[in-house]
């Protein structure tokens, strides 16, 4: 079983910045790719930016140039690092994470962090 526990959301100001954290727990497992997605009230949960074991990077549109993920693989840490918010990024954020038991790697697990709202005032 892995945990996936997100931090650092909050409350910010249009044009300010957080980041977000996630952080893997468990035992023998491998995570393969992580990620963010986020949803706001009335809205589908939509990919935000995702990165591979090997750091190969895709961002949502609307967020390029604002938005970058990172990881280190030893932490099994992956990070959202936010700026120049909108009141559009306004949503909860979720991590997500593609696991394998270890000595496993054929096998594909899907887990996903409890959420950490992010919300900007106009």
């Keep these: 079983q892995v945990q996936l526990v997100e931090s650092g959301g ?3 100001q249009t044009g300010g910045s957080l980041r977000l954290s996630c952080a893997a727990s468990g035992t023998m497992f491998t995570v ?3 990620a963010w997605y986020r949803q ?3 809205l589908q949960r939509e990919l935000v930016a995702s990165i ?3 750091g190969v990077t895709h961002v949502l549109d609307s967020v390029k ?3 970058t ?4 693989n030893t932490e099994n840490t992956v990070y959202l690092q ?3 918010l909108q009141f559009e990024d306004t949503a909860v954020y979720y991590c997500n994470a593609d696991v394998s038991p270890s000595g496993r790697a054929w096998v594909s697990e899907t887990y996903w962090g409890r959420g950490t709202q992010v ?3 106009s």
């Design 32 to 34: 393969n790719a992580m």
């Design 69 to 72: 993920i990172a990881r280190v």
């Design 119 to 121: 919300t900007v005032s």
């Design 40 to 42: 706001a009230p009335g």
């Design 82 to 84: 936010m700026n120049s």
């Design 10 to 12: 909050g409350l910010v």
């Design 52 to 54: 591979t074991s090997t």
């Design 65 to 67: 140039g604002r938005f």
